[in-house]
């Protein structure tokens, strides 16, 4: 074929090359896709050098072993490397949330084989175009990489390190980590070191040796929720039921605290001015960690007011007092009030309350706590003063059902107090409960001095008795049979009496 054919061919290959390139291109800008700079860089410039180089091959028969075909062909491989390295870099993006481009690959990685490929189209093109020996230059770069290597000792151990991180993957840029003393968002990983922002906005540089031999903490992995632990005191008279309530209400109502993990209270120690309890709680987002914590802690101190909690602090006072000390409150007469009320003890005088009264005994529960057990023989009397109770059966799988729940102003434990008969149900704290305790003892004396008190009270205690039989017996008894379940209150009395040893 004609010199001249073969160079008019080689333009129109560059035409229709040159023409299609232009029409991908305008269709990646339009995406902003990061390839345009790639395609770009090989249409303006590799494309006319090869051109170039084919019209001087076919037209002009220029011999290979002449200077100007040398330079243009090294001109050719500058500009190939060059495309090359532009592909890397941007073949190493991945398209992120809202169309922006970010490294798929750390920029040490990409880095490496940018150097790999400059080294390798250097080599070839001193092989390939200018005929030298790459034995004798391998020779001398291996001399001046001993050289090379003793004088920059310290930076090749952090490029070696930055290599093992890099295969390691132990965070990426965007994570949160602790290096040592050093906690930050890694905004940069490089041959030489890790760039670190920190919370106050300042960046620290940490070299990859120094990583290698610290402790590293990330704290974005292996996903980006991150637990959050606080310790805070309470008085001893604060309830700790109700102490875990109102914490548990400001955690779930901190912003940036996450409903799921949730939030878990423990009761931690018993120290030397309160009742300290452990709150951990999980955040999303590390880089408002300490304004997440802030408000947490901030929203503590007005929700204790508002529940009436003290939160104390260590302090020592000492007092000169000389008045006289004030008399202890006798709750003798809140007591009486409150068993006055009791159907039960209706029948009793005004002086046997008083002695009721003054016996008994308030006791304190926290939420699911077990109060009586089912078949436990028994000798207390209970009545609620505050709180709520749960009263269950145990069925014949040893499974339990609800069938009842008692409030402030109800009593339990008749039966076993009076005829120490096995308790006919269980009875456990729904929340935190107060409950007023009368034990035996206190009804044997009342009776010993008054028998006749015992048919009064059993009259009572026996309409109760009767309903809670037919809950228990209402699985196996036939209906026409669980009217039959009644005794009299004749029988009640003789039991109570030998009971009660009377």
Same mark, same amino acid.
């Given at each position: 074929? +004609? ?15 040159? *023409? ?14 990061? @390839? ?16 170039? =180089? ?12 002449? #200077? ?32 922006? $481009? ?11 084989? %940018? ?50 991180? *890099? ?26 070191? !890790? %760039?670190?922002?920190? %919370?106050?906005? +300042?960046?620290?540089? !940490? ?28 008085? $001893? +008279? ?10 548990? /209400? ?22 030397? $001015? ?27 101190? $007005? ?5 009436? =909690? ?11 007092? &000389? ?11 809140? &007591? ?24 008994? #005994? ?12 089912? /078949? ?16 269950? @059966? ?38 935190? @409960? ?13 009776? /010993?001095? %008054? ?49 009660? /040893? *009377?």
């Amino acid at each position: 074929m +004609d010199a001249r054919v073969k160079g008019l061919l080689v333009v129109l290959t560059w035409f229709a090359a040159t *023409l299609l390139a232009t029409l991908v291109l305008r269709q990646l800008d339009a995406r902003r896709h990061p @390839l345009v700079a790639t395609l770009r860089a090989f249409r303006n410039l590799l494309l006319p050098l090869l051109v170039a =180089l084919g019209v001087t091959v076919f037209s002009f028969d220029v011999p290979r072993e002449h #200077v100007a075909m040398r330079v243009l062909e090294t001109l050719v491989w500058i500009a190939a490397i060059h495309v090359g390295l532009s592909f890397v870099k941007n073949t190493a993006l991945t398209r992120q949330e809202g169309g922006r $481009y970010d490294t798929r690959f750390p920029k040490l990685l990409i880095d490496i084989l %940018r150097v790999v490929l400059v080294l390798v189209g250097a080599a070839l093109v001193v092989k390939g175009v200018w005929g030298g020996d790459l034995g004798g230059l391998i020779t001398a770069i291996g001399v001046s990489s001993i050289v090379l290597g003793l004088a920059l000792q310290n930076t090749l151990d952090n490029v070696m390190a930055g290599i093992a991180v *890099l295969l390691e993957r132990p965070f990426e840029v965007g994570d949160w980590v602790q290096i040592g003393a050093v906690t930050g968002e890694v905004i940069e990983m490089n041959w030489r070191s !890790v %760039r670190v922002r920190t %919370r106050t906005k +300042d960046l620290v540089v !940490v070299p990859n040796s120094v990583i290698g031999k610290e402790t590293l903490v990330n704290l974005s992995r292996p996903t980006r929720v991150h637990g959050e632990k606080h310790l805070i005191g309470f008085s $001893y +008279d604060d309830p700790p039921n109700k102490v875990k309530r109102v914490l548990m /209400g400001v955690a779930l109502a901190t912003r940036g605290v996450l409903a799921q993990p949730a939030p878990a209270i423990r009761t931690k120690n018993y120290a030397a $001015y309160s009742i300290e309890y452990e709150i951990r709680f999980f955040i999303e987002d590390f880089g408002r960690q300490q304004e997440i914590n802030d408000e947490f802690m901030t929203q503590v101190w $007005y929700a204790a007011k508002r529940a009436g =909690l003290n939160i104390p602090f260590p302090i020592q006072t000492s007092y000169e007092y &000389h008045a006289e000390l004030p008399k202890r409150l006798d709750p003798t007469a809140a &007591h009486k009030d409150a068993l006055a009320r009791v159907p039960v003890f209706v029948p009793l005088s005004p002086e046997e309350l008083e002695v009721l009264g003054r016996d008994a #005994v308030r006791e304190e529960y926290g939420c699911g706590e077990r109060v009586v057990h089912q /078949g436990e023989s028994g000798d207390a009397f209970f009545l609620i003063q505050d709180g709520t109770a749960v009263v269950t @059966l145990r069925d014949d799988q040893g499974g339990e059902r609800e069938v009842a729940r008692l409030s402030r102003g109800e009593f339990f434990g008749e039966m076993s107090v009076l005829t120490g008969e096995p308790r006919t149900a269980s009875v456990t704290a729904l929340d935190d @409960l107060s409950v007023l305790v009368v034990h035996k003892a206190v009804f044997h004396q009342m009776l /010993g001095k %008054r028998p006749a008190l015992a048919q009064e009270m059993a009259e009572i205690v026996e309409a109760r008795r009767q309903g809670l039989r037919a809950i228990a017996d209402m699985k196996t008894a036939p209906p026409e049979q669980r009217a039959a379940i009644q005794k009299g209150a004749g029988e009640l009395v003789a039991r109570i009496r030998r009971f009660l /040893g *009377l």
